[in-house]
Every structure is written in structure tokens, then in C-alpha cells.
């Protein structure tokens, strides 16, 4: 039961802060443009990729400006998440807490489940952004928001597989309005007070929450458990020899089938599994009629920084990259470093139009904010080219279409997208 929590409580993590971190890119933009937000509608859609996220919005001094999309969220223009009373109505007491935490902490915060002004229950994500004047001051610009439907949020995280293996499960907090225990979810169960139980805590940034799983029926009711208990101690002691040298060689066969499928600093695929399992992927999307595209990447000026700095510096920002690149993709989505500082990506049942919203992202989220590196930090940027395969094209001939792509995006002063036979670089 301690190993399903840690599991579900893991999946949930990573699932949210892969939806929040996208504040962050926004908060980059902002701060790169000196507070001057260009063109937010279009950025804030290149991030609307999951429908768990409600909207994306930015507040200067707190006062919601632009929102993303607008229809369905006029009520927040305009709203102030620093004061109670506005013209518009109320503005929750966590929302305000929240705002008040990430302006103090200047890091992102995470609060809800609690009604929203437009209806429905809500995840909100806060950052905070500080720009530098010319004296090297740091001044509060304003914050940056997504909002998220929670229940897409958690739905997308498996909790009702428990219920299928005989559990019951139930997540809560403390609700910061009222001090009492709320409900975020749970398996609907009817268990009678005294029930056993384990629970334990999940942290989501600064958000406290609990899992909480109770077993379904007691082992000991039934008396086939009995009947069952006793003939596998018998058996288990007949082939116990025999089980253990199974385990172990299996466990040294995944063992080596891991190491030789991984590249060993980055820790990602390596271009021998790529090679070996998109070809079988590609055969699949031909006879289901669905679309495929290669992605080739490739870190620009990659040698210089390696000059300038070491190569443990090198390395420091290869792992940072393929880190911030695998926390935009889907599980399903293939990723390898195909070689040096070039880096290959195949994604499946997507379409040109969301294909190009990937790469800008994944250009986005290298090239607008700094990477640490030993003793220093310096900003990288990446060039793409992107390119069809499955069912249009073999998977040679997209990579060689990707890697010419790829070569204009370089001849065009990198930090580009470019996709195979269009004439526009994106």
C-alpha cells in the first residue's frame, strides 16, 4: 500500500509541475522584453496543449490584463488578486494568499482545489515577476497564472486502477479558508470508520496534501486466502532455488538491456534504441492512417561553450537540456541524442499545426532561461528541423529531410524552427 502511494503520489507530481512549469516561460518572455508583453495571445497558445489547462494569464501589479483564451474568462479581466473587494466581486482568500506567497517567495506557488469566479473547481499555479532597473534593483512587475480543471488534472493519473485491484483511496488538505479537512478526491468508498488504513503526505511546491488508501476487504475473511497462503508456502519451498536464480538473471538481463538502450550521460535514449524501435512504431501509424514527424535537434555554437567553459560545463547543460526538453513531451513521444549535441525526437498521432507548437516550445523552454553551468550560468539556444515520416515517408528519408531543415534553421542565424518544404521559417 506504501509502494502504490509513492507511485500515484510521484505520478501526480510530475504531472502538475510539467502544466505549472509553464509560467515560467512566460515570466521569461516578460523579463526579456524589459515588461513589455508582446503578442501574448500567441504565446500563451503555443502552451494550451492539454486540456486539463483552463487559461494562462498575466497580472501587472496583480491586475489581471490579458488573459488566454478570453472568451469564457472576461470575469477575471480586470480583477485585482491583491484586495477582497473589487467591482468584480470577491477574490477568493487562497487566491490572495497565494499572490501574497509567490510575490514573498518569488517562486512558483500552487494552491486549490476552490470554486472559481467562472465557474467550477480550479487549480490555480502563481509566479511572481521581478524585473532588474538600471541600477540592478530587482522590482516587482506583476504575476503570471495558469489555471487547471483539477479533476482532468487528477483523472489523467490512473487513481482509478486502485479500485480495480481492491482498493479505496482518498486525497485531502487542509483548506486554508476554513481550516477544516476538504476532500480532493476520492473512490467513492463506504468503509466503516474503523477501517486500517496508510496515508501519507504529498508536497506539490508549497501545497501539503495526503493520500490516504484503505484495503477493500480484509485478507482474512475469505477462506480460500487461507487455502491459497498454505499451498504457496508448500510450493515456494520446493522451487525457491529455482525462482531465485530466475530473479537474478532476469534482473541482470534488464540490467544490461537498460545500459545498452541509454545514453550514459544523459540518461535518455540512445540513436541504436531509436533506430531499433521507431521503425516498428512507423508500421503501426501506416495501417491506422495517423500522422508522424521527426524532430532533429541541435544546440548552436555547442563547441564554444565547451571551449569557454570545460566540458564538464559541457555536460552540465547536454542534461539540462535533454531535462527541460523531456518535460514537454508526452510518454509516448520517442527522445534520443543521436550524436554529440544533436538530439532526435519522433512524435506520433499529431498534426503539423501541434507538431510546430512542439518544437517552438521546446525552443522556447532552452532559449529564455539561463542554464547553470560550474561557477556560472549562460543562456543556449537550439535549432530544429522538423520533418513527416510515417505514413509519407521512410524513417531515412525523414531524418535526412529533418537534418536539411535543420541546416537552413543553422544558415538562417539558428534559434529556429524549420520545417521540411515550407518556405517560411517558423
Not at 503501426?284 to 566540458?311: A, C, P, Q, W
Amino acid at each position: 500500500m506504501e509502494q502504490l502511494i509513492a507511485e500515484k503520489s510521484n505520478r501526480i507530481n510530475t504531472v502538475m509541475l510539467r502544466l505549472l512549469l509553464r509560467t515560467q516561460i512566460v515570466a521569461s518572455n516578460i523579463q526579456h522584453s524589459g515588461g513589455e508583453v508582446e503578442d501574448f495571445a500567441r504565446l500563451a497558445s503555443t502552451l494550451m496543449d492539454d486540456p486539463a489547462i483552463r487559461n494562462i494569464l498575466i497580472a501587472p501589479d496583480g491586475v489581471v490584463s490579458d488573459i488566454y483564451p478570453v472568451e469564457g474568462n472576461e470575469a477575471l479581466l480586470e480583477l485585482n488578486f491583491f484586495y477582497r473587494d473589487t467591482v468584480l466581486g470577491n477574490v477568493p482568500y487562497e487566491t490572495r494568499l497565494l499572490t501574497a506567497i509567490a510575490k514573498e517567495t518569488r517562486e512558483l506557488v500552487v494552491g486549490g482545489p476552490f470554486d472559481a469566479i467562472q465557474g467550477g473547481q480550479i487549480l490555480v499555479g502563481r509566479l511572481a515577476v521581478f524585473l532588474k532597473d538600471e541600477n540592478g534593483n530587482e522590482n516587482f512587475w506583476g504575476i503570471v497564472g495558469i489555471t487547471l480543471d483539477y479533476s482532468k488534472v487528477l483523472n489523467g493519473v490512473g487513481l482509478n486502477d486502485l479500485s480495480i485491484i481492491g482498493f479505496d483511496y482518498e486525497i485531502w488538505r487542509v483548506n486554508p479558508d476554513t481550516r477544516e479537512r476538504q476532500i480532493i478526491m476520492d473512490s467513492d468508498h463506504n468503509q466503516p470508520s474503523n477501517t486500517s488504513y496508510i496515508e501519507m503526505p504529498i508536497s506539490i511546491l508549497n501545497a501539503e496534501w495526503y493520500f490516504r488508501i484503505l484495503a477493500s476487504n480484509s485478507w482474512y475473511n475469505f477462506p480460500i486466502a487461507w487455502i491459497a497462503m498454505i499451498i504457496g508456502i508448500l510450493m515456494s519451498i520446493l522451487v525457491a532455488a529455482v525462482v531465485q536464480n530466475a530473479h537474478e538473471l532476469k534482473i541482470l538481463k534488464d540490467q544490461m538491456e537498460k545500459l545498452s538502450n541509454a545514453d550514459p550521460l544523459t540518461g535518455i535514449h540512445n540513436r541504436r534504441y531509436f533506430m531499433d524501435i521507431v521503425p516498428r512504431k512507423m508500421e503501426r501509424i501506416t495501417r491506422s492512417g495517423g500522422e508522424s514527424y521527426i524532430i532533429v535537434m541541435d544546440l548552436d555554437y555547442f563547441k564554444s561553450i565547451n571551449d569557454r567553459f570545460g566540458h564538464s560545463s559541457g555536460d552540465m547543460v547536454l542534461k539540462e537540456f535533454c531535462l527541460r526538453v523531456a518535460g514537454t513531451l508526452r510518454p509516448h513521444d520517442i527522445f534520443a541524442r543521436y550524436g554529440g549535441e544533436e538530439f532526435i525526437l519522433f512524435v506520433s498521432e499529431i498534426s503539423q499545426e501541434s507538431v510546430l507548437k512542439l518544437a517552438e516550445r521546446i525552443r522556447l523552454s532552452i532559449s529564455e532561461t539561463e542554464i547553470e553551468m560550474v561557477n556560472t550560468s549562460t543562456v543556449v539556444t537550439v535549432s530544429l528541423g522538423v520533418a513527416p515520416a510515417a505514413p509519407n515517408n521512410k524513417l531515412e528519408d525523414a531524418i535526412s529531410y529533418a537534418d536539411e531543415s535543420l541546416y537552413q534553421a543553422k544558415s538562417e542565424n539558428r534559434n529556429k524552427v524549420v520545417f521540411y518544404g515550407l518556405a517560411e521559417v517558423v
